[in-house]
């Protein structure tokens, strides 16, 4: 591999060099190296110079290791065709030995120009029927003509990544089915969840790319800084959490999405919604009952703000003047003065007073107010 100046990595000999680290030039090495990155690069600020550059030798070495796999599939192929070829030909041959003894060599040669000259054009052929699926699945959900696909597709191919063009445009396909239209805004999406692709990975679990697309839309991120930056800051948020604490990054995405009804409305912004699910994940909260408990003590703070600045140990007027100005600080005074009472023995017989002696609801106060 010749030196590039974006991604640091020379191959020489039997050893790749990294930023000048040396590791042995094999596939079991580079596997271990790219793991290293990947962890590594979990714990860096998305968008950083740093993080750019870790990200590009992660796409390098998972391009090597792309290639060699390739390779492999090539070779088993060549080889069970040419045994396949071998085995019709065999009677044919047998029967042809003693008259063609001295062309052997030049008719097996023929052969095995034809057998390649085939395997290429049915690969391109394959490559071609499974690009123009893809094309045609963009058109579908972008409203985007063949030609414009191809347009866009041009620009895919310039993107610094390693990523498979057919994988770029069918996430150029997801932003389509979020409304998302036009080349720049396809691209920006595009370019987005790649990065957020490489850095997080499955560690985001299914539809996580589209829903965070969906938030930045939502709250109006996109709106503010683009859709490109809100994706970007969304995923940076999550991997910080992510890599500060035990809180796992498809619980941090899902816990959004299910809050962003009532978060949009009460003005939290996705930063805050996310703290709040990272420390209920830390504390073994289940997903769905824990957003949903959250949702319904916003709402009760909101329907009844009197009873909750008794709570709060605050006036009344002005708890609720704070309710309607910064819900998230009344909810943080509400939790500063509960997490002063004391343990369950002493909040029990006050949330039953209040009403919120449900489970979830109980569970999920006492965990935030301690």
Same mark, same amino acid.
């Given at each position: ?5 974006? #991604? +640091? @990595?020379?191959?020489? &000999? ?5 930023? $000048? ?14 793991? +290293? ?19 590009? %030798? ?32 065999? $009677? ?12 052997? &060599? ?12 085939? =395997? ?12 123009? *699926? ?20 041009? *620009?895919? +191919? ?26 720049? /805004? ?7 969840? #790649? ?7 499955? #560690? ?8 965070? $697309? ?5 709250? $109006? ?40 009804? @009532?978060?949009?409305?009460?003005? =939290? #912004? ?8 990272? @420390?209920?994940?830390? /504390?073994?909260? %289940? =997903? ?27 006036? @009344? ?18 939790? /500063? ?5 004391? /343990? ?11 009403? =919120?002696?449900? *489970? ?9 107010? +301690?």
């Amino acid at each position: 591999m010749a030196k590039s100046s974006n #991604d +640091k @990595v020379v191959r020489r &000999g039997v050893y790749l060099y990294i930023d $000048g680290n040396e590791i042995k030039n094999d596939i079991k090495s580079i596997q271990g190296e790219c793991k +290293k990155l990947e962890s590594a690069v979990k714990r860096m600020t998305v968008g950083s110079e740093e993080y750019v550059q870790t990200t590009r %030798k992660i796409q390098v070495l998972k391009g090597i290791i792309a290639e060699h796999n390739q390779t492999l599939r090539q070779t088993e192929n060549q080889l069970k065709a040419n045994a396949r070829e071998a085995k019709n030909n065999d $009677g044919m041959f047998r029967k042809m030995a003693d008259g063609f003894n001295n062309y052997m &060599g030049m008719i097996t040669a023929f052969i095995a120009g034809i057998t390649g000259v085939m =395997l290429t054009m049915r690969k391109a052929v394959n490559d071609y029927l499974s690009l123009d *699926s893809v094309y045609s699945d963009v058109m579908k959900y972008t409203g985007m003509t063949r030609d414009e696909v191809i347009d866009l597709n041009e *620009s895919l +191919k310039e993107m610094d990544t390693r990523t498979a063009r057919t994988e770029l445009n069918r996430l150029a396909g997801e932003a389509g089915k979020l409304g998302i239209q036009g080349k720049k /805004d396809l691209l920006d999406f595009v370019q987005a969840a #790649d990065v957020i692709n490489v850095s997080l990975g499955e #560690d985001l679990g299914e539809d996580a790319i589209k829903n965070i $697309g969906k938030l930045a839309q939502m709250f $109006g991120d996109a709106d503010r800084m683009g859709l490109k930056q809100a994706m970007l800051s969304i995923g940076s948020v999550i991997n910080h959490l992510g890599s500060t604490s035990s809180a796992a990054e498809g619980y941090l995405t899902e816990f959004i999405a299910r809050m962003a009804g @009532v978060g949009k409305q009460a003005k =939290l #912004d996705i930063p805050t919604i996310a703290a709040y699910g990272a @420390v209920l994940d830390q /504390d073994m909260q %289940k =997903l769905e009952a824990s957003s949903t408990a959250l949702q319904n003590i916003l709402m009760k703070i909101y329907q009844d703000p009197t009873k909750f600045a008794k709570l709060a140990k605050m006036d @009344v007027q002005e708890f609720a003047e704070l309710v309607k100005t910064d819900i998230n600080e009344a909810f943080l005074q509400l939790l /500063d003065n509960l997490g002063k009472l004391g /343990d369950m023995n002493v909040l029990a017989p006050i949330f039953k007073e209040m009403k =919120l002696d449900g *489970s979830e609801a109980t569970a999920v106060l006492a965990d935030l107010a +301690k």
